[in-house]
């Protein structure tokens, strides 16, 4: 290690020691949950971990993968998990029904949310309206499945003209290559690149992002149960610090993302979880929001405008108040917020 990194690396000790002392005694245990598997996306956490950024905090931080947004929210509502990285659309639904029981999102991290859908001009599928007729599969829990009437109420066509298949996630992308399935929904850095892995070329692709029909969901965020905000507010504001690190680290570097993400599994595509990576920043965390506010935080009035569409869609029986969602308390100042 060159002596100014080594100089940079004991001095960060030593903040992170001094301000752990004055938060707690000990490196403080946090069980984090992703919602999926290792990949791309996820790597600014896994970098934060092995570059050391949360034990610089005082953190003894263990990082999961995951099922689902709905169970990482589940891990974290029960206190299985201290904090979680899930989509904040689930979160919007337990909270809808768990008042008393509500999980804040405390760092958003998809500012644009991976919701598409997916199909071929050979299927003669433009646009949202030669949707009706067709056949939509996917997974009965995908977010994109799930929210399908929320794009259709957007782009005025009848969801019920729509039939729906539903399979397991590895299925997915291969029926939709073999044309079993019309169009399929799916995350856009992920149906996209699985798709190509099918043989469909790039060429005869057709996406659409609900991004790009005026739908304003988020993402997914950083999630907080109501324990640790109440027991460990320093120690929240710790961990989104690192994170930050982590993100900017990844920005500047993103094979070391990758690296960090093969340390912790080995089994890993890295070539195409670079690839992933890539499309993740680039359509959903580097938006033209972040880049003139800042990373993490969010729009209350596009969040409110997100909940109507997310009621719409899932038929909830009560509207959470962007408030019982989202707090920027934890945040860094928005000066350290701003990415490169």
């Known amino acids: 290690m060159k002596p100014a990194s080594l100089v940079r690396r004991l001095t960060g000790l030593l903040l992170g020691s001094l301000i752990a002392t004055s938060a707690w005694a000990d490196n403080l245990p946090i069980k984090f949950t992703l ?15 092995h570059e050391g950024y949360y034990e610089e905090e005082g953190l003894d931080v263990t990082i999961d993968s995951g099922k689902g947004s709905a169970g990482a929210v589940i891990r974290v509502a029960t206190g299985a998990y201290d904090m979680g990285f899930a989509d904040i659309n689930a979160l919007i639904e337990y909270n809808s029904q768990n008042q008393d029981k509500a999980i804040k999102s405390v760092m958003m991290f998809y500012d644009a949310a991976p919701f598409s859908l997916f199909t071929t ?17 996917a997974p009965v829990f995908d977010a994109s ?5 929320a794009f259709a109420a957007a782009t005025g066509i009848n969801p019920d003209s729509v039939k729906r298949s539903n399979m397991d996630p590895a299925l997915r992308e291969a029926m939709m290559a073999r044309g079993e399935v019309d169009f399929i929904s799916g995350h856009y850095f992920s149906s996209y690149l699985d798709l190509k892995s099918k043989g469909v070329k790039e060429s005869d692709l057709v996406i659409m992002m609900y991004a790009d029909y005026g739908l304003d969901f988020y993402g997914n965020s950083v999630i907080a149960s109501p324990a640790m ?4 507010p320093e120690a929240v504001r710790a961990f989104l610090r690192a994170t930050l690190r982590g993100l900017k680290a990844l920005l500047k570097n993103p094979d070391a993302g990758i690296e960090a993400t093969l340390k912790t599994d080995p089994l890993i595509d890295a070539k195409l979880e670079r690839e992933r990576l890539d499309l993740a920043i680039r359509a959903n965390i580097m938006t033209p929001y972040v880049k003139q506010n800042g990373f993490g935080n969010i729009d209350s009035a596009r969040m409110g405008r997100a909940v109507d569409q997310l009621a719409l869609a899932y038929g909830l029986a009560r509207k959470p108040a962007v408030s019982e969602i989202f707090t920027d308390a934890y945040l860094p100042a928005k000066s350290e917020r701003m990415l490169p």
Do not use: C, H, M, R
């Not at 919602?35 to 971990?49: H, M, V, Y």
């Not at 001009?121 to 599969?137: Q, Y």
């Not at 905000?229 to 460990?232: A, Q």
């Open 229 to 232: 905000v109440k027991e460990n």
């Open 35 to 49: 919602d999926w598997k290792f990949q791309g996306p996820t790597s600014a956490f896994l970098l934060a971990l």
């Open 145 to 149: 499945y799930k929210l399908f009437p």
């Open 121 to 137: 001009k050979s299927k003669n599928i433009s646009g949202p309206k030669d949707l009706e007729g067709k056949t939509l599969g």
